[in-house]
């Protein structure tokens, strides 16, 4: 047995499922989860000593790669001084500005410590400042694990195919509506009935928990004149696309204009972080300014804002890293494309700058629907055989990969050889 596989048997008896996020379990793959030791670079090591060529980078944030010596460097820095204060620090107002200056739609943020916190936030900002209670989410889009948005979520949830969560009341989801992603006629006939009622709607602007779904040409658009039209406010849940796909995340991709806007992951670093942030008229609901009330222990955390700040600095100060980022992400989907015309196989390929995914089905995948018709078991095959080859993929077909500047062209190459042989 290996180090991981006695680990995973003591890890269930302590954790539920033996993991602290059901996306890290290999269940779907038919696997146990493999333990990891450390990472550097683009490079994780597992308890066996096994070296992977790491294409989830901790689910986004490590788009510069593990142990960036200047993130390092500033989070040791930050814990000399004091782990938490609970109190107002010089860092949280660096975060704060460095973020409304990248983010054109972006006039004030709050830190939070995860995504999920940032959405259930934006959540209750849109309601506050609308006066209304209903929100319009997409099939196969997740935005965290809270009670009102557990409905018809992707990532975990989808793998786990539970469409919804039990421990979730009914009264609590009734004001959670749901429309088809790149189906905007969907949207209007929820506005149709229910329009006056809506305080938002939430989106991936670039779908990413169904696997990678890009939104089709004019669908964020039309959800931008659909608010207008409205007077329902636009969010976008920008906690994978944002600091990603360019500088100013999705919106500034695509050239939409959001109300709000949530981040997580890549802002941090690495560190549990997440904010909300967007228009200041809506941004002063939140308290102590407004009635919205929002609060947290350890939000705007010392160590997690160095962290942040570091990264987020780096990438404002290099706007090379996205032409690069996104040409050798272009490069190395369209690879694997060629791979597949190659060997004759249907399966398709979707990506947007630096995340993408592979589903193992010969019809388009545009929305969940589509993505379900996903053969499973041949990626959970394909799967496993990429991790004896070295190559962590996430351990379930629903999930994007992630691109970092850390790999380099052999690790590219390889990794397209990888595949050739995989597949
Ligand atoms: C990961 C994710 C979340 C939740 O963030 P956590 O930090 O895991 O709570 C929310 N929205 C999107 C789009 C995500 O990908």
Redesign the pocket.
Known sequence: MTQSETLFQEAVKYIPGGVN?PVRAFGSIGSTPRFITKADKAYMWDEDGNRYIDFIGS??PMILGHNHPSILSAVLEACTKGLSFGAATRQEVTMAKLICDIVPSIDMIRMVN??????MSAIRVARGYTGRDKIIKFTG?????SDGLLVKAG?GVMTAGVPDSSGVPASVTKDTLTAEYNNTDSVRTLFKQFGEQIAAIIV?PVG??MGVVPPAPGFLQSLRDICNEYDSLLIF????TGFRLSLSGAQGYYGITPDLT?F??IIGAGM?V?AYGGRRDIMEQVSPVGNVYQAGTLSGNPVAMAAGITQLTLLRDHPEYYTLLNDTSDKFFNKIKEILLEKNLPWQVNHVGSIGSLFFTGQPVTDYASAKTSDVTAYARYCNRMLDHGIYIAPAQFEAMFLSLAHTPEDLSHTLDAMCTCL
Not at 114 to 119: L, R
Not at 237 to 240: C, P, R
């Open positions: 996020s689910w986004g995860s995504g999920t916190e940032a959405v889009c997740y935005h965290g694990h990532s991936e990413a928990n849940d920008e906690v994978i949530t997580g992951k549990p997440g």
